[in-house]
């Protein structure tokens, strides 16, 4: 195993972070869930009935995973760029691609439309340069989940050329 050390795999939901993980898992990575620690640490606060969703408290997650969280390679989960590790690989894909996967996966329309726009307004890239020392970005949109996975272990190496952030942008295409 190469990586350099603890990285934080972060995107809008849909995006392909789970399909991948399961990937690197299968050869030897050892990737934590975050969403699964969320749960299993009890960080879940009230639910947000207009979202749908429960919040995170990210200050207390990240003091959390501190005090708790394992030694792993890759951090997987769309908070995980709140946490303080190495470096982040934001997964990217054009907001009609990720609707059109969410749909495929059963998700509530009004949920689609709230990841789609995230996307296109980079939300969780905005967010990670804003954290972190390191980002790095991946297009998911016409690749593989082999060739993303591929394209995160070249980063994971220290082959970043092609993956800084600022690239991409959907503004156009969404708007």
């Known amino acids: 195993m190469m ?3 603890k990285c934080a795999l972060t995107g809008t939901p849909g995006v392909g ?3 991948v993980s399961d ?3 299968k050869e030897g990575y050892d990737v934590l869930d975050l969403n699964r620690f969320i749960r299993k ?3 879940l606060e009230e ?5 749908g969703s429960f919040n995170v408290d990210t200050e207390a997650l990240g003091e959390r995973f501190k005090k708790e969280g394992k030694k792993t390679d890759i951090v997987e989960g769309h ?3 709140h946490l303080e590790l190495s470096h982040t690989i ?3 894909c054009s907001p009609p691609e990720l609707k059109e996967r969410m749909r495929n996966k059963g998700w509530d329309e009004k949920k689609i439309e709230e990841n789609a726009e995230a996307e296109a307004l980079d939300v969780i890239l905005v967010q990670a340069i804003g954290i972190c020392d390191e980002v790095y970005e991946i297009n998911t949109t016409e690749k593989t989940p082999n060739e993303v996975k591929e394209s995160i272990k070249d ?3 220290g082959s970043t050329k092609g993956y800084k952030p600022g690239k991409i942008d959907w503004s156009e295409e969404y708007l």
């Open 79 to 81: 908070l995980s760029h």
């Open 155 to 157: 980063i994971l190496k």
């Open 41 to 43: 640490k009890g960080l």
């Open 90 to 92: 934001v997964l990217r």
């Open 47 to 51: 639910k947000d009935i207009k979202r």
């Open 3 to 5: 990586p350099m050390a």
């Open 17 to 19: 972070k789970t399909t």
């Open 23 to 25: 990937l690197l898992r």
